[in-house]
Every structure is written in C-alpha cells, then in structure tokens.
C-alpha cells in the first residue's frame, strides 16, 4: 500500500528479484482498480532503495506530466551515497524511532549538524561529499577526527554520532549492507577507546544525597503527585532503570511472599494499550520496524544486556506498595488494577493515552521540579540531575554505607547475564540482597499528598498490616 504522504510505494520481492512500485493512477477506467503496479528495472540490488526511489520519482513524475499515460522507464543514474543524501534521511529516522531518547536525537543533530556536514560556524574537514561506500579510508576519518574542536568528550560525541549513522545506514541497507564500518577499523578504534579513557576519567558521577532522598520522599507539598512519589521510592530502593521502572506489571510485584520481592524482567520500549508486546517476537515474525512500531499495544524488551534479576523490597517499600495497590491506583486510573496492568500507568488526567495504559515519562525535567519544590538543590557540581541519578545514588549510597562494589553491581544487574541466574530465585539469595538493600537510608514514612504511609510494627511476612495511614501530614 502507497505511504499517505505521497502517490507511490516501493518494496523488494525476492522471488522475482528485483523492486516493485505501487502507484496511485491518475485517471482509472471505469472498474478499474485505482492503483498501478510497476516492475522496475533488473539493475538496481536490494540494497539500492534509495536508487530506485529516485528511479521511481523522476517516472511518475513524467507519468503525471503526460496526463496519465504510460512512459518509458527513465535511464538508470545510481545516486552517490554523500552524507549530504543520506544524513538529514538518517536524522528523519531517529526523530522518528521511539527507541531514541529525545536527547540522544538532539545530540545526534547537533553532531549532524555543526560537525558532520559542512557548516560555516564551526569549521573542520569537510567528508560530507564523498562516497561513503568508497571514500572513507582510515587517512580520511582520522583527518575529520582531528579536525574536530572541543574537549575529548565533544570529539568522542561527534565520531560516535558518525559512526551509528554508517551503522544505521548499512542496516537499513541505504548502504551495501556487506560494507563494514569504516570506523570500525583498529586505528580508528584505537582513538576512540583513548577519547573514551579520557572521558571517563573526568566524567562526574551526580547523584542525591540521602537529604535530598528524604526530602523527596517525605517534603510536605501537594505539588508532587502520589504517582510519582512512588515513582521514585521504587527506582530509589531498587535502582531500577528507568525504563524497566516503567516496564513493571503487577504481576512482576510478590508483596504476599515471606520475603516479598519483585522481579525484574523487562522494559518498557514503547507506550500503548494493553496486552504488551515483545518487539523482538514482532521482528522474528517478519515484522518490519515500521510495522512494528505501528501496532497499537505496548512494547517490550528484556532488561538492558540481559540483567533479569530478583530484587527484595525493604519494610517501607512493601509499605506503599500496598496502599498503592489497593488505594493510590485506584485514585489514578479510576478502577482496581489486574496482574497484567502496569504498575505505573497513564491516569484519568493524561491527555495524551487512556487511563491504564503503558507510558512513559519525562522523567528529567520533573525530578529537578519536584526537588525544587521540597527545597533541595536541582543540580550536582553544577551538572542538571535527572533521574539516571537516582539509580547512581542507589549504587553511591550503599557504597557509602559499606556494600562491595560487586554487590552493588550484583544488585543493578550488571553482568547478569546468565539464564539461570535470571531465574534463580531463593531465600537465601533475597535474604541476602535485603540485608544489603536495608542499609539504604531511606525514610521509614512516605509523604503523600493527603495521607502519611509509615511502616507498623507488625512485620512484612504474608497477610501482615504493614501500613499506617493518616488523614494528614506528619509534624516534623
């Protein structure tokens, strides 16, 4: 089926070997169907769409001009694969991927822009005219990488932009999808891993104090809403990334298990309805990327580089959990929740996704809003906080409170690899983890916007009362 921003589409077939165009007539006979089909010519590859899009648009531009007739194909002129073509394709393509964050798209802009085609701001070697399937020698990528300004991770941000467009563009088979990436040679690579040693060694780790934890969780102000208190509760005794915080269902929540854990295994690529989807069975089904995306339901993937694991929850944590299970969502969403539905959803005042469903959210932004709000600072050694913060002051601050470095890796699911590590789950093991994960300094009470959630003393086994709630907010 024809794209609805133009006249005509195009898609390989791989038994005939060679593209096919569909292209809507302009004057069909009566019962006629009113669109064509074209076969086009035998000389363009697989890996050649953009030559035969270019192909198709100088001939139905001659079919529009000849009102409707029939033409002779147009003589086949192969495009020169430039960064001038293909860079501002590849920069439509992330803006329109959802699996690239919206700053990440910004930086890759940025890059595209100033650094990578020719710009009369900032000047460097210019490579945007040369062929990227031929030119691109190790002389040339080394000069461009010298010619860069800035500090080492500027150059680093602009050559690792370059070379995910040359990834981007052979996968997507813009480029000879048997081409390997220029930047990927060992010279090359030599320069980026010492650009990267650099980088390291003066990146500066933000995170939040245990003040500023405490005054998240338990600042009195109504400007933070029950959602995103417990939010941040979860990612704070957890150290969940933000998409698999994101990515939890119900199910995933064993608050009734004599050492109530949850289980950490997926996260969330993709907003939407109910059920979730897995984007990589979609793809295994034959599924394109824009099919893909295109289906209405949520989409998942397991947790980054394979890190499924069991994580206990602390007293307060179970705490909350409860009452926003039986309480807060309710409240938000505007029905009881099921075991498939997230545990985070879109509530009754989003606009933009019906209550219930999968969403994401602009994290960043809202925590340095929300810090502000219960008077803490919204910045570390002048560097904006967001909320990957809150996952490195879960690693920092048990750190500081005596947990290995191996431990905490243990706990954010770093080298977790192994299946059976994923699933193993045993009460040694969580009782572990839970006497690593209490030495946290969390608050033993949550501040909500109209009810204190504290821990009781009666425990945190099956059927316990864990919860105290009152009608307004704690004295200090």
């Known amino acids: 089926m024809a ?3 133009r006249s005509w589409s195009i898609g390989w077939n791989d038994k005939a070997g060679q593209f096919f165009a569909r292209y809507r007539k302009l004057a069909p006979g009566p019962g006629e169907d009113r669109w064509g089909t074209k076969r086009l010519p035998r000389g363009f590859a697989r890996h050649q769409k953009l030559d035969a899009e270019r192909f198709m648009i100088a001939w139905y531009s001659a079919y529009i001009a000849g009102g409707g007739l029939n033409v002779p194909s147009p003589r086949i002129t192969p495009a020169t694969k430039t960064l001038r073509l293909l860079g501002p394709r590849w920069l439509q393509y992330r803006y329109e991927d959802r699996g690239t964050k919206i700053n990440t798209y910004n930086g890759h802009k940025q890059s595209l822009t100033n650094w990578i085609l020719d710009s009369d701001r900032f000047e460097h070697a210019s490579i945007e005219t040369l062929d990227m399937e031929r030119d691109f020698t190790s002389e040339v990528c080394l000069g461009w990488i010298a010619s860069l300004r800035g500090e080492d991770s500027t150059v680093l941000v602009h050559t690792l932009a370059l070379s995910t467009l040359f990834n981007d563009c052979i996968a997507l088979e813009w480029l000879d999808p048997d081409l390997a990436n220029p930047l990927g040679r060992p010279a090359i690579k030599k320069v980026i891993a010492k650009l990267m040693a650099a980088r390291d060694a003066s990146r500066v780790v933000t995170y939040l104090s245990a003040d500023q934890v405490t005054a998240l969780l338990t600042g009195p102000t109504r400007k933070i809403p029950d959602f995103r208190r417990v939010r941040y509760l979860v990612a704070l005794a957890l150290g969940l990334r933000d998409h698999e915080v994101q990515g939890l269902v119900w199910e995933d929540l064993r608050l009734e298990e004599a050492v109530p854990y949850v289980m950490v295994d997926r996260q969330l690529d993709k907003i939407g ?18 099919e893909i995306m295109a289906v209405p339901n949520a989409l998942v993937s397991p947790p980054k580089r394979g890190s499924r694991r069991a994580l206990p929850l602390v007293e307060i944590v179970v705490a909350v959990l409860r009452w926003w299970r039986a ?5 938000y969403v505007g029905r009881a929740p099921s075991k498939d539905d997230p545990v985070f959803p879109s509530g009754k005042a989003n606009r933009h996704s019906p209550p219930g469903q999968f969403v994401l959210v602009e994290s960043a932004e809202l925590v340095r809003k929300d810090l502000e709000r219960v008077g803490q600072e919204t910045t570390f050694k002048g560097i904006l906080l967001d909320f990957h913060a809150i996952r490195r002051s879960f690693a920092t601050l048990l750190n500081m409170n005596g947990v290995s470095e191996a431990e ?3 706990l954010l699911g770093h080298g977790a690899k192994s299946t059976a590590r994923g699933h193993y789950i045993s009460p040694e093991l969580l009782g572990r983890r839970l006497e690593l994960l209490r030495r946290l300094p969390l608050p033993g009470w949550v501040q909500m916007q109209a009810r204190v959630i504290e821990i009781a003393a009666t425990g945190i086994g099956p059927g316990a009362e864990v ?4 009608g307004r907010a704690r004295r200090r």
Not at 276 to 281: K, N, P, S, Y
Not at 283 to 288: F, L
Not at 467 to 470: G, H, S, T, V, W
């Open 3 to 5: 794209s609805p921003d």
């Open 408 to 410: 905490v890796g243990d």
């Open 327 to 331: 309480v807060g969502w309710r409240q």
């Open 273 to 290: 309805r109910l059920p979730f989807l897995a984007a990589d069975d979609l793809a295994r089904a034959g599924k394109s990327k824009d």
């Open 467 to 470: 919860i105290e709630m009152r």
